[in-house]
């Protein structure tokens, strides 16, 4: 089943922060990146747009293993998508920060990528977690903590988008990549 996009397209960015990871033996560390990508129609339809900020920390032999990773050229749960991209419109450095107050996050990469999301707590009294999708599929992670988009911006390798009407949806996730 094909589900239009509401706005005709979809602009998507997702922030990866490796706290602990290797690359065969390239240290992966504190290091972070953000896949962005522009959907032309439905997702599932591919031809999608996506380029990669890595963290401007990253050697050439990190950059070199972050673009591996996250194209899926090098195997691994993101090679599900690499059939999907139709124009790969390649990497920018830019400084990475990722901040996680409670439910409350919010991943900056210099001037080309903002997003801050609020994790969806259900109206029981007693509930203290995120709502969570569970068994998604995705590549990122097979369960996720829905969230409220507040605020997104994206002006990196030609895609451009500006959000701040808070009607979008975010998702958030620790992830393990093992064999990537």
């Given at each position: 089943?094909?589900?239009?996009?509401?706005?005709?397209?979809?602009?998507?960015?997702?922030?990866?922060?490796?706290?602990?990871?290797?690359?065969?033996?390239?240290?992966?560390?504190?290091?972070?990146?953000?896949?962005?990508?522009?959907?032309?129609?439905?997702?599932?339809?591919?031809?999608?747009?996506?380029?990669?900020?890595?963290?401007?920390?990253?050697?050439?032999?990190?950059?070199?293993?972050?673009?591996?990773?996250?194209?899926?050229?090098?195997?691994?749960p993101m090679?599900?998508?690499?059939?999907?991209?139709?124009?790969?419109?390649?990497?920018?450095?830019?400084?990475?920060?990722f901040d996680?107050?409670?439910?409350?996050?919010?991943?900056?990469?210099?001037?080309?990528?903002?997003?801050?999301?609020?994790?969806?707590?259900?109206?029981s009294p007693?509930?203290?977690?995120?709502?969570?999708?569970?068994?998604?599929?995705?590549?990122?992670?097979?369960?996720?903590?829905?969230?409220?988009?507040?605020?997104?911006?994206?002006?990196?390798?030609?895609?451009?988008?500006?959000?701040?009407?808070?009607?979008?949806?975010?998702?958030?996730?620790?992830?393990?990549?093992?064999?990537?």
């Open positions: 089943m094909t589900i239009t996009p509401t706005k005709g397209t979809c602009t998507v960015a997702m922030a990866f922060q490796v706290e602990k990871g290797t690359f065969g033996r390239v240290p992966l560390d504190n290091l972070g990146f953000i896949v962005v990508a522009r959907t032309p129609e439905a997702m599932a339809k591919g031809n999608w747009q996506v380029g990669i900020v890595v963290d401007e920390r990253a050697n050439t032999e990190q950059s070199d293993a972050i673009r591996a990773i996250a194209s899926g050229a090098a195997g691994g090679a599900a998508l690499s059939g999907l991209v139709g124009h790969f419109l390649g990497m920018q450095p830019a400084s990475i920060h996680r107050q409670g439910h409350k996050w919010s991943v900056r990469a210099a001037d080309v990528v903002e997003m801050k999301g609020t994790g969806l707590v259900g109206i007693h509930a203290t977690e995120p709502v969570h999708f569970d068994y998604t599929g995705h590549p990122a992670a097979d369960r996720f903590a829905i969230a409220h988009a507040c605020e997104s911006h994206i002006h990196a390798l030609g895609i451009s988008w500006d959000d701040v009407s808070g009607k979008n949806n975010a998702q958030y996730a620790p992830f393990s990549w093992q064999s990537a």
